[in-house]
């Protein structure tokens, strides 16, 4: 694995050596500079993975190198040293994108876990770059949303695993986009250009499903009035999607595993075997380590199926990607029935934001497409709302079938900081003197809660 690159700037030749030393040991390659322009010229010539500069250098401040550093990429963490005490400093750096900073003398090990985390983000931003840009025209990176993180760690892993072979089980909740992270992966992937079907498993009986996955011979049952390929075959070379994985009875399990190991097909009522090159991405909102337990899910076909496993949070879960989606079904909605609807009123929003979403993205794609048709104005009303969205921003008593003690304290918790928030108008400083508490504990409460 390719060494991360480190560019120390530090005019006290002492401390720069003892850094340099420090980060060497820890696998980092490091670069140095004394000054400002021999920094900026290191910059240019050199691809950079962080930088870390003393804000006090001989022809400048290090605060102009931070400016030029994320001209150049603003996605290279810069961390700024400062004298003890100079916290005006600090809060000027951090508001010109500075990652984090230390006060003087440098505590190493707090160095770091900042560099640590530093790199981790910035990887993790890069290889969602990359992933969004690999996707083709037919499925642009335009429907997938994560704001959140817990998105942002399943774009990444999908990221990772899609030019790989390796099969993929997606689980999560019925209408968390189980199927969008599966295009995701095929049009990320080398087999791009081949076919992506789709197969939904629910609601058909064995026969049918058996027709459909491995296709028929002519007269292998009553109405197969001709031969016909199954999905297998349709998706030879691509990308063959299967939702509802748990849907399969047990008994075609076996055949449906013995594909996936021979990587031939035969089709319902033929003998002829038919080669395929297949990758299989499933899906499914059920306990299948319960349905192996109980066998009605084949422990062999769950471990060759989970190779990598993908789990899709519900949208109650990453309440971050809730605008953003909202503006996206807007846009598309308001386009395809030639509305000019530009957003919610404030109280619609709100009610939104307080919806728990039980059909998850499914569910907010078909509320937005439903308040779009039914809007009188340019902005959705509560009145265009389901009125189970409007009902459920009505307060109710809390009773020990909400979870208990600790989870009410929680939702009470979590009322109260987002209530103080919409009073300060998003100033976090003015919500955590009306909450009574300080900055750092109230950013310690929003990151818990997920609240943006």
Known sequence: MAKNTLLIVEDEAIQREALEAHLQEEGYQVLTAATVEAAKSIAALKALDGVVTDFNLP????????KHIKSINPEIPVIMITAYGSVDRA????????????????????????????????????????LREALQERFTAKGMVAAS?????????AGRVASSKASVLIRGESGTGKEVIARTIHYASPRRDKPFVAFNAAALSPTLIESELFGHEKGAFTGADRARDGRFVQANGGTLFIDEIGDIPVELQTKFLRVLQENYVERLGGHQTIPIDIRIVAATNKDLETMMKNGSFREDLFYRLNV????????????????????????????????????????????????????????LENMIERAVILARDDH???????????????????????????????????????TALRKAGGNQSKAARELEISERKLRYKLQKYEIV
């Open 59 to 66: 022809d400048g401040e290090g605060i102009d190198l931070l």
């Open 91 to 130: 809060v000027e750096a951090m508001r010109a994108g500075a990652y984090d900073y230390q006060t003087k003398p440098i505590n190493i090990d707090e160095l770091l876990m900042i560099l640590k985390r530093a790199l981790e983000h910035k990887n993790l931003v890069s290889e969602n770059m990359r």
């Open 149 to 157: 993180p817990k998105m942002q760690e399943v774009l990444n892993l």
């Open 308 to 363: 990598v496993s993908l789990h899709l949070p519900p949208l109650r879960d990453r309440k971050a990607d809730l605008l953003p989606l909202c503006d996206m079904f807007i846009e598309k909605f308001a386009s395809e029935n030639q509305k000019e609807i530009t957003g919610f009123t404030k109280e619609a929003f709100d009610a939104v934001m307080k919806y728990d979403f039980p059909g998850n993205v499914r569910e």
């Open 380 to 418: 959705i009303t509560l009145n265009d709302l389901p009125p189970n969205v409007f009902d459920s921003t009505q307060e109710r008593p809390l009773s020990i079938g909400d979870g208990g003690l600790d989870k009410q304290v929680e939702a009470l918790e979590k009322h109260l900081i987002i």
